[in-house]
């Protein structure tokens, strides 16, 4: 492989990362944990940490890909999905319970802490990373002649899916910044609308063979 074309797939690398981003399933988790702010910066944050676990997750699988040539079966994706699905489906059902049961907040403590504020996305993130349609992008790294080469390219997306999940988490938590100010009860039912939309594609993955996705 040429530099040229080497840095032509480092380039694609990032535009499919964020693209990546825009899975359904990830914008319907991101949504529950955003729809618990009121703060963009917070959001942003959230989306940020998301990509961080979500960028572990594929360097982990891309040694045990490429430099240990282990492989990632059919069987193991399929459990991996059927963990993202339950993990929607628990999400959405916590949202929807602390929302009817009055006690869903917006997280606006000043001390609160970064680390506190990211675990939650982070795991998140991980499991996603460890689920299905990245293993497409396993592929394209491992056809990369160097080791060191698709590893580069698994950070390179990794660096996308974060940049692209930090601009969607800020532009989802603006409808709940703004109704959080002016309009409790909208806030409210935009943030039951997230949860049974993460709820419903959560089951979507656990009762469907290949869920939502393509790779």
């Given at each position: 492989?040429?530099?040229?074309?080497?840095?032509?797939?480092?380039?694609?690398g990032?535009?499919?990362?964020?693209?990546?981003?825009?899975?359904?399933?990830?914008v319907?988790?991101?949504?529950?944990?955003?729809?618990?702010?009121?703060?963009?910066?917070?959001?942003?944050?959230?989306?940020?940490?998301?990509?961080?676990?979500?960028?572990?997750?594929?360097?982990?699988?891309?040694?045990?890909?490429?430099?240990?040539?282990?492989?990632?079966?059919?069987?193991?994706?399929r459990?991996?999905?059927?963990?993202?699905?339950?993990?929607?489906?628990?999400?959405?059902?916590?949202?929807?319970?602390?929302?009817f049961s009055?006690r869903l907040?917006?997280?606006?403590?000043?001390?609160?802490?970064?680390l506190?504020?990211?675990?939650r996305?982070?795991?998140?993130?991980?499991v996603?990373?460890?689920?299905?349609?990245?293993?497409?992008m396993?592929?394209?790294?491992?056809?990369?002649?160097?080791?060191?080469?698709?590893?580069?390219?698994?950070?390179?997306?990794?660096?996308?899916?974060t940049?692209?999940m930090?601009?969607?988490?800020?532009?989802?938590g603006?409808?709940?910044?703004?109704?959080?100010?002016?309009?409790?009860?909208?806030?409210?039912?935009?943030?039951?609308?997230?949860?049974?939309?993460?709820?419903?594609?959560?089951?979507?993955?656990l009762?469907?063979?290949?869920?939502?996705?393509?790779?």
């Amino acid at each position: 492989m040429t530099d040229t074309s080497f840095y032509a797939a480092l380039g694609l690398g990032f535009l499919l990362g964020l693209r990546h981003a825009l899975d359904a399933d990830h914008v319907a988790a991101v949504s529950t944990l955003v729809s618990q702010h009121r703060s963009l910066a917070r959001s942003c944050l959230l989306g940020t940490f998301w990509g961080l676990g979500h960028t572990l997750a594929l360097l982990v699988a891309g040694v045990a890909t490429i430099a240990l040539r282990l492989s990632i079966s059919a069987e193991l994706e399929r459990i991996l999905e059927k963990g993202v699905g339950c993990m929607l489906v628990l999400l959405g059902a916590h949202v929807l319970l602390r929302s009817f049961s009055g006690r869903l907040h917006t997280h606006q403590h000043a001390h609160a802490r970064i680390l506190g504020l990211g675990g939650r996305p982070f795991v998140i993130g991980l499991v996603h990373g460890m689920a299905g349609s990245a293993a497409l992008m396993l592929v394209v790294a491992a056809a990369i002649p160097s080791a060191l080469g698709g590893l580069l390219y698994i950070l390179i997306f990794g660096a996308g899916a974060t940049a692209g999940m930090l601009v969607l988490s800020g532009l989802i938590g603006l409808p709940f910044a703004v109704t959080a100010n002016h309009s409790p009860r909208a806030l409210v039912f935009i943030q039951v609308v997230a949860a049974v939309v993460s709820g419903v594609l959560g089951l979507t993955l656990l009762w469907t063979p290949h869920g939502l996705r393509t790779a």
